[in-house]
């Protein structure tokens, strides 16, 4: 199974921006939909948006609209591009491949890395 690191997490104000990427760990890629999840302090791990590996995309109601997820297999990099932060999108956010998914529920999933902490405050 492919390894994924996050990166791109800071603090960032209300109405702000930050992009996201995951990339794999080594040289190996995965043909699988990749995830993003984000998990806030007390609350369960959610998902957030998806990618197919040719590019079809699933967003949670939460975020669409606001967050766009994008893939470039050849530089083996899923990017999670989000805009209009709210204070409630704080959280850590994790990206993970998986082969299905009902809700927050996801199967066959890889590892889970560290993620990377975003914080939405003025």
């Known amino acids: 199974q492919v390894h994924l690191v996050e990166s791109g997490g800071g603090l960032v104000q209300p109405g702000g921006s930050l992009k996201l990427s995951c990339e794999s760990s080594g040289r190996t890629w995965t043909s699988e939909t990749i995830g993003w999840f984000r998990q806030a302090p007390g609350q369960e791990r959610e998902f957030v948006a998806s990618?197919?590996?040719?590019?079809?995309?699933r967003y949670a109601d939460s975020v669409k609209g606001r967050f766009t997820v994008t893939r470039e297999n050849t530089k083996r990099v899923v990017y999670l591009e989000m805009n209009s932060l709210k204070s409630e999108d704080t959280a850590i956010y994790y990206c993970n491949s998986f082969t299905k998914r009902i809700g927050s529920d996801a199967q066959g999933l890889g590892p889970w890395g560290q993620g990377t902490q975003v914080t939405v405050s003025l």
């Open positions: 990618v197919s590996w040719p590019g079809g995309t």
